[in-house]
């Protein structure tokens, strides 16, 4: 059998707009995603001599169909009986998986005619899911659309496509008009760390702000003692990426650096203070403190570094555990609907042990019948302005004015 064709599906989301990350839409509880799927039919043949029948028989067959000879498209619709979309979400952690919804919708059956483009509309329910997390070695939380074309007894294509998702978390300025001040509590676990707490008993850390949206600049003030002039001082400051399962007790954390900065000085003898700036990165998964397997926290770390001049003069490396971080999505102001609940206070269809009660059942994605409207605006040009019609008022005749 010689493969002319290949069929494949392809789903597109229409533009978006709100918060994107690396050009990808974002969405959030109570999102509309709204999309179109595409049955495509590729020729890779040069023989385009070939009848329709006969390049639709081989799709089919090469996908494991049985071959229907016929003069038109409707063969597909004949090998074909349904085309679905399922809207999905899973969260992983330590080999254990959970399927939180699953939801499908029927776009196409045999009984209407086969066409090559369906629109379709689904809208998330307000509850507040996990965020999507991706690249965590020990946690992940995927959600996304897969469409099926299929036939009485197999999958003819598929195709499948993430879905970013982000919960409304707001963030809250500090009340005071001056920096929040931490003591440097210096690790027990570090070397050194007896000779050291001398130089950073009076060691703080200041800060404006303790919540930050992904993207926000976050500027951190280290206050150092007095140390000899000539030792040199690299200060570090590290956001740090803590996750630890729920499921077992006293269970490991996973602490990862998602940004840092660090500035080098030479010490002073009296106290001072280094200023270091960096971004919460675009990319930051949210908080997340509510979830049922898992959590993400946030803290920022502080390390001095101080070397005195020599070529065989140790450094003098201390470590400190500063203030905890905040990463939200709402900006300062904006807050989230009331009674927006977690996702863990529902059961799913998917849970082995599930509640008496039926009305706790998590909701789940819904699809609505795509929006059409007639009234729709002309394409804006940007090189002319639009024609409008002035519109005169009639006349008043004297019976209207009566």
């Known amino acids: 059998m010689n493969e002319n064709t290949i069929a494949r599906l392809s789903i597109e989301l229409l533009p978006h707009f709100g918060w994107t990350i690396h050009d990808e839409p974002v969405y959030s509880p109570g999102s509309t995603v709204q999309g179109t799927r595409h049955l495509v039919l590729s020729f890779i043949s040069s023989s385009l001599s070939l009848p329709l029948a006969d390049i639709l028989s081989d799709l089919l067959s090469c996908l494991g169909v049985v071959r229907i000879h016929c003069d038109d498209l409707e063969v597909v619709s004949t090998a074909a009986t349904r085309l679905r979309i399922v809207f999905h979400g899973a969260e992983t952690t330590h080999g254990h998986r959970e399927q939180l919804?699953?939801?499908?919708?029927?776009?196409?059956?045999?009984?209407?005619?086969?066409?090559?483009?369906?629109?379709?509309?689904?809208?998330?329910p307000m509850i507040q899911l996990p965020p999507t997390v991706l690249d965590n070695t020990t946690y992940s939380f995927k959600m996304g659309l897969t469409a099926f074309l299929e036939g009485d007894h197999s999958v003819l294509a598929r195709?499948?496509?993430?879905?970013?998702?982000?919960?409304?978390?707001?963030?809250?300025?500090?009340?005071?008009?001056?920096?929040?001040?931490?003591?440097?509590?210096?690790?027990?676990s570090n070397s050194n760390s007896s000779a050291m707490n001398d130089n950073n008993a009076n060691a703080t850390l200041s800060l404006y702000a303790l919540d930050y949206v992904p993207g926000d600049a976050l500027s951190a003030h280290v206050s150092l003692p007095a140390d000899d002039p000539e030792t040199s001082v690299d200060v570090h400051v590290e956001l740090i990426q803590t996750t630890q399962s729920t499921l077992f007790k006293n269970s490991t954390k996973l602490a990862v650096v998602i940004a840092s900065t660090h500035q080098i000085i030479q010490s002073k003898d009296h106290p001072f203070t280094v200023v270091l700036g960096m971004d919460v990165p675009e990319s930051s998964v949210p908080t997340f403190t509510y979830g049922r397997v898992t959590t993400i926290r946030y803290h920022l770390l502080v390390k001095v570094v101080r070397k005195q001049p020599g070529l065989f003069s140790r450094s003098r490396v201390t470590t400190f555990d500063a203030a905890p971080i905040t990463i939200g999505t709402l900006p300062y102001g904006v807050h989230a609907p009331e009674g927006l609940v977690p996702y863990t206070l529902f059961d799913t269809v998917f849970a082995t042990n599930k509640s008496q009660s039926s009305n706790r059942m998590l909701p789940v994605p819904k699809f609505f019948p795509p929006i059409e409207s007639e009234d729709v605006p002309p394409p804006y040009e940007p090189t002319q302005l639009p024609q409008y019609q002035v519109l005169t008022p009639p006349s008043l005749s004297p019976s209207s004015s009566a």
Not at 101 to 124: C, I, M, V
Request: net charge positive; with cysteine; aromatic share 12%.
């Open 101 to 124: 919804f699953g939801t499908q919708h029927y776009l196409w059956r045999d009984k209407d005619p086969l066409t090559l483009e369906y629109p379709f509309t689904a809208e998330l």
């Open 159 to 188: 195709t499948f496509r993430p879905v970013i998702y982000r919960p409304l978390l707001e963030t809250r300025l500090v009340k005071q008009t001056h920096a929040v001040s931490v003591p440097l509590a210096c690790r027990p």
